[in-house]
């Protein structure tokens, strides 16, 4: 786990490195620090992301008065496999190119209905479109159907899916139990096109940057930019801006003791059912404020213990949850990855990126404006 701290000039020197085995923090000092600590799809109940994805970083900067941007845009994958153990496995959308149908527990392939292009269209209109049915019919899941393509080109198409859906007992030359996952964080802390926060030695890249290239919703290929191109603006700017600095004292985080694990691992069960309850694919303003209201209950439950590693982490969980509602909240208008069941239209008075900093009031930034 990575740590920065806030400084009276807002500048970042390095990072405390806190050994999990060992409760051993090591302190890294340095001129430049990139940070690369992914999204915050873990604080949803169902994610295709890693369970450690839960915005560490973009929490460490917003507390550090570090800009954040677009939080409200989460992409949701309409088709990971669904588990009573809500661990997610992505069924790529090669799989529907290749014919397949997504089948309500009627039986009746609803996507026609909805949008001319089906199973094909947009992800967030899938996505949607197979919560509604969730909604409608009860139930946890929808079937994603093969059985009327030929097997042999399934399994030989999509071997690893084939495989996998083996393991958990399902057919997938038959049908495949779908659910939506949270699945990539569009907006993250703000920068410059070369990486650049407005903390002074703090570069960003990939899933944690909101870099400006991904507007409301997310091509594919725009994560791997966000990752190559911008990690390496990152490193060639940095390296022309090296300077020398004084390092003030800090006071290390430590590592109470291993009991409160058991009490992180329950708030983030918490918080992620909150998440998927109150801020999740379909969203409206009593939902938002009602999960607003029970994040900041669980805020208030917590020990006062500033530097204390697992109330750091859970301070973290509470904060980015509560970033991205607030967010969500502001933005009363449906746009790419933020859908608002009582503003279900694009409105273009919204046609702005929604900032937030510590200690501020929200910005409001016209899309395209540079980061000053």
């Not at 302190?27 to 450690?52: C, E, I, S």
Request: proline content about 4%.
């Amino acid at each position: 786990v990575t740590v920065t701290r806030q400084t009276p000039d807002i500048k970042c020197y390095g990072a405390y490195i806190l050994d999990p085995k060992t409760g051993k923090v090591d302190t890294y000092l340095a001129k430049v620090t990139l940070m690369a600590t992914g999204g915050v799809g873990a604080v949803y109940k169902t994610t295709t992301n890693p369970l450690v994805a839960t915005g560490d970083g973009i929490a460490m900067v917003y507390r550090a008065k570090g800009s954040v941007k677009d939080m409200e845009f989460i992409q949701f994958h309409p088709s990971a496999i669904y588990t009573q153990s809500e661990e997610a496995f992505l069924i790529s959308e090669a799989v529907r190119g290749e014919g397949a149908h997504l089948i309500n527990q009627n039986g009746e392939r609803f996507m026609p209905a909805i949008h001319e292009l089906a199973e094909l269209a947009p992800r967030d209109i899938v996505a949607q479109s197979i919560y509604r049915q969730m909604q409608k019919f009860h139930q946890n899941f929808v079937w994603l159907s093969l059985k009327h393509l030929n097997p042999e080109l399934v399994k030989h198409r999509f071997p690893n899916i084939y495989e996998k859906c083996k393991e958990l007992g399902i057919d997938m030359c038959n049908r495949i139990p779908v659910a939506p996952a949270a699945h990539y964080t569009v907006g993250g802390v703000r920068t410059d096109i070369n990486g650049q926060t407005n903390i002074g030695h703090l570069f960003v890249c990939g899933e944690l940057a909101s870099s400006g290239i991904m507007g409301a919703n997310r091509l594919a290929s725009n994560s791997l930019i966000e990752c190559l191109v911008f990690g390496k603006r990152a490193v060639e700017t940095a390296r022309k801006n090296v300077e020398d600095t004084t390092i003030p004292d800090f006071q290390p985080i430590y590592y109470a003791n291993e009991n409160r694990a058991e009490s992180y691992i329950q708030l983030k069960k918490e918080i992620s059912t909150i998440m998927t309850e109150h801020a999740g694919i379909i969203r409206n303003e009593e939902l938002l404020y009602q999960g607003l209201c029970k994040l900041e209950t669980l805020a208030e439950q917590l020990p006062q213990e500033n530097n204390e590693y697992y109330n750091l982490i859970s301070r973290n969980l509470i904060l980015v949850a509560e970033l991205i509602i607030r967010s969500a909240l502001y933005r009363k208008e449906s746009r790419g990855g933020h859908y608002r069941e009582d503003f279900p239209q694009n409105d273009d008075a919204y046609l702005y990126h929604i900032v937030q900093q510590k200690g501020k009031e929200i910005q409001k930034i016209p899309v395209n404006n540079k980061l000053k």
